[in-house]
């Protein structure tokens, strides 16, 4: 059956490399918004125990975010109130929106490739030809869903205790979070140190097969990522926020960018609603 959890790893590469590429260079609020949904259906199919529990930190933050741009960035021509003689303005508001959204879409993909590109596919990927790379970035991209666990553990020790500061204790469960990150990395450096980690040969003890399904679903993730960038890149990397919100003319090319653009999100979705079908016929048929 094919899902993201089974699909050889080079083709969830090609998947994620566009998506988190879109995800990080289109500012129009339409698709930052379409991606920030697409990016949890994402989780909740590929890791959602985790997405769960980081629900309430995840928009915390983003909040935090969009509501903290304006205090700084003055720009924009619609005024909603002032403080202290400073402009808080909706320009700045929508700016701070639209750079949480693009924040949290990444933390969600992210957190997706750390799920489905374990330790050994990275290293089926680019340990023989780049070792000391492939340890760092699988370090890196395991830093996500390592964060998700830890801060669910901290909240669920969290809930037992009588606090009123919700803020406060949101921002001490990310500390220990962060404590917990930095000891474990210098543990594992010291473990693949011992482990006599660049000393030997480079070997690999995972192997992979590119199926038929693995090709079509390549060509398919080709073709869409193709016409997303030819469709909508200029619609979606020209919108302006500030000093006046002036969003691009979407034309036919745009419109048809945008159903390719969310066809490309939702395939983890497709995927995994597809394979549920087929089990549960499966099922049906013993």
């Given at each position: ?23 990080m260079v289109f500012m129009h609020p339409a698709y930052v918004a379409v991606n920030v949904l697409l990016s949890f259906g994402a989780c909740m199919v590929l890791t959602r125990k985790e997405t769960l529990a980081s629900l309430k ?61 374990t330790n050994d596919k990275f290293i089926y990927i680019m340990g023989g030809r780049l070792p000391n790379l492939c340890a760092m970035l699988s ?148």
């Amino acid at each position: 059956m094919l899902t993201f959890f089974t699909i050889n790893p080079f083709t969830a590469i090609a998947f994620f490399i566009p998506v988190i590429v879109f995800s990080m260079v289109f500012m129009h609020p339409a698709y930052v918004a379409v991606n920030v949904l697409l990016s949890f259906g994402a989780c909740m199919v590929l890791t959602r125990k985790e997405t769960l529990a980081s629900l309430k930190f995840t928009f915390m933050f983003a909040a935090a975010i969009a509501l903290a741009n304006p205090l700084f960035n003055t720009k924009g021509e619609t005024m909603l109130f002032t403080y202290f003689g400073r402009n808080y303005t909706l320009q700045a508001l929508v700016y701070g929106l639209v750079m949480a959204g693009i924040l949290v879409s990444c933390i969600n993909w992210f957190s997706c490739l750390g799920k489905i590109i374990t330790n050994d596919k990275f290293i089926y990927i680019m340990g023989g030809r780049l070792p000391n790379l492939c340890a760092m970035l699988s370090m890196v991209i395991s830093l996500v869903p390592f964060f998700q666990t830890k801060l669910a553990e901290i909240s669920r020790v969290q809930s037992t205790v009588i606090n009123k500061d919700k803020t406060g204790g949101a921002f001490r469960a990310l500390n220990v979070a962060t404590a917990y990150a930095f000891e474990h990395a210098v543990n594992l450096s010291v473990s693949m140190k011992n482990r006599g980690f660049g000393t030997g040969a480079k070997t690999q003890y995972a192997r992979y097969r590119i199926r038929r399904s693995d090709v079509a679903l390549m060509a398919v993730i080709a073709a869409l990522s193709a016409a997303t960038a030819a469709g909508c890149f200029t619609a979606a990397t020209g919108a302006q926020i500030i000093p006046r919100i002036v969003l691009p003319d979407g034309g036919v090319a745009e419109i048809i960018g945008m159903i390719c653009y969310i066809s490309l999100l939702s395939l983890p979705v497709i995927t995994t609603v597809i394979e549920e079908i087929q089990w549960r016929y499966l099922k049906s048929k013993i």
